[in-house]
């Protein structure tokens, strides 16, 4: 019996796949766009031998998922096999009215914005759609890296070549189709949970973080920090915000010390209490803090 965080996998990873070969076979495929990583290696096949891309890219990933059985997580693979299986069927018999429009650099966006979309959905489900992906989750397993990030130099090395059989046109098209996917792909992972940090070194942090806990409701850690320059020590403020509490703690910063010193950096994710999800080790459900 599936528990709720299993089916909301299966239907992240159904509605990420599905919206993947819709790009494929609406978009790219039409406008003779190329892409990255095994699809890109499908399209190259296709174009030049007219192979099945279904049945190409279901033979090429297969040889993938024999590598990422052995450094992947049993249930990212499950997820895996049924992205691969959907994916065939949907190139298969997923096909639409090619979209064309007279100006090329519209369908790339729309092709970036889906894929990346659809991607984005499948690595939330704890899937992939095989083929690069898999060896973008590896590179973040053992290299840290973040997913869009090695997905996009994954695919740049692909579509290089590529350009020679599609033209040098639509080989720049691409790379900003790609570029396009891979910010769409990072903020439906990431940009859901948009933070910021705030470190504030200042003569007042009493006042500032009272503020802050009183009316922003958040959170603040005091640092121990020494000035080089003065040979004194400093209190240092680190509170971390959405982008909504981001005007309103600088207003509290400035009313309290206009001479306080301030950085804000961007935060790619935050786990802990107050802001994102914890799992529950007896239900093994995600649950919010």
Do not use: C
């Amino acid at each position: 019996m599936l528990n709720k965080t299993e089916l909301k996998n299966i239907a992240f990873v159904t509605i990420g796949t599905l919206m993947f070969a819709l790009a494929v076979n609406w978009v790219i495929i039409p406008n003779h766009f190329g892409e990255g990583g095994v699809t890109g290696l499908t399209l190259l096949f296709h174009y030049v031998f007219h192979f099945d891309p279904a049945l190409t890219n279901l033979a090429l990933n297969s040889i993938l998922l024999m590598i990422g059985w052995k450094y992947l997580e049993r249930k990212t693979l499950y997820y895996t096999f049924l992205s691969l299986a959907e994916m065939t069927v949907f190139l298969k018999y997923l096909q639409l009215p090619g979209f064309v429009p007279e100006n090329i650099f519209v369908a790339a966006i729309v092709a970036g914005m889906l894929s990346g979309a659809g991607l984005g959905l499948v690595v939330l489900g704890n899937g992939t759609t095989a083929g690069s992906d898999i060896i973008a989750m590896m590179m973040k397993k053992y290299l840290g890296m973040n997913v869009s990030v090695s997905l996009l130099l994954i695919d740049v090395l692909i579509v290089t070549p590529l350009t020679f059989v599609i033209g040098l046109e639509k080989g720049v098209v691409t790379l900003v189709m790609l570029f396009i996917l891979s910010k769409v792909m990072n903020f439906i992972l990431e940009g859901f949970n948009p933070r910021k940090s705030v470190m504030v070194i200042t003569n007042h942090h009493d006042a500032i973080a009272r503020a802050i806990t009183e009316q922003l409701d958040r959170g603040v850690t005091i640092l121990k920090g020494y000035g080089y320059y003065s040979k004194a020590e400093k209190d240092v403020l680190y509170v971390v915000v959405n982008r909504l509490q981001l005007l309103p703690i600088q207003r509290i910063i400035h009313e309290a010390d206009p001479n306080a010193f301030v950085t804000i950096s961007d935060v790619h994710q935050v786990i802990g209490e107050g802001f994102t999800f914890y799992l529950d080790k007896q239900t093994g459900e995600r649950r919010t803090s």
